[in-house]
């Protein structure tokens, strides 16, 4: 069975500073990794994915991630957050087989100004 | 094009009562997904369709039931609703070919349902 474990609840940063928000997972065979982002009162978009190939990936508003197979790490970074990234943030994992998506618990990151 | 739409927005459910939410996409995705959302948890799977006349249980199905009579429309229904029932509910839809589990999935606004 595949897990996903985002490892800080909430995340409070600065506005313009940098962040980076943790996602690490559990699998025995290989993943696809994805992050989502929900605004207030609304479902969720993609903002990135790891299928294969380079293991940093971009999404959209900035937004990057990198895969660490050894880690079994999908870490999701930005150079610097505006007031309007102030919402929760969900790690999920698939496979290849199966039909399932696995989710954390997300991180609810606040930007200050 | 509207997307994945859901209704109602909020409810509100007597304890033993049942009742139906609705999820329709207008994009022509053969897969669509239940998920309930419960507060500092992520989403779990309730059920799923890979297309019309198909369906099939997630994580946590007990409780629910759904069909899939036509490929826009994929509605839940909570029979006997009990107050664990309480959370919110998304529906979510993808197109997948060969690979359906690299396939974005494009989520409707949810609902909000209490049961008392």
């Known amino acids: 069975a595949q897990s996903v474990t985002q490892l800080d609840s909430q995340v409070p940063v600065f506005e313009e500073a940098p962040v980076e928000l943790r996602c690490n997972y559990s699998s025995s065979v290989s993943v696809y990794l994805f992050w989502y982002v929900q605004y207030p009162n609304q479902g969720l978009q993609l903002l990135l994915k790891y299928l294969s190939g380079s293991t940093l990936v971009k999404g959209i508003n900035g937004f990057e991630a990198e895969f660490n197979k050894s880690q079994t790490s999908f870490h999701l970074r930005k150079p610097s957050v505006h007031i309007s990234d102030t919402a929760e943030y969900f790690c999920a994992v698939s496979t290849f087989t199966g039909n399932q998506f696995y989710f954390g618990t997300g991180t609810s990151l606040t930007v200050i100004p | 094009n509207a997307g994945v739409t859901q209704t109602p927005k909020f409810h509100i459910l007597k304890i033993g009562q049942s009742m139906t939410l609705q999820c329709t996409q207008d994009m022509n995705h053969n897969y669509m997904y239940w998920y309930r959302q419960d507060p500092g948890m992520g989403l779990k799977l309730i059920y799923y369709?890979?297309?019309?006349?198909?369906?099939d249980k997630g994580e946590v199905p007990n409780g629910y039931n759904v069909s899939r009579s036509t490929t826009e429309d994929f509605p839940l229904r909570l029979e006997l609703a009990a107050p664990s029932q309480t959370s919110v509910y998304f529906c979510?839809?993808?197109?997948?070919?060969?690979?359906?589990?690299?396939?974005?999935?494009?989520f409707g606004p949810g609902t909000r349902l209490t049961v008392l």
């Open positions: 369709s890979v297309g019309a006349g198909i369906t």
């Open positions: 979510a839809s993808k197109w997948s070919g060969s690979a359906p589990n690299t396939d974005t999935q494009y």
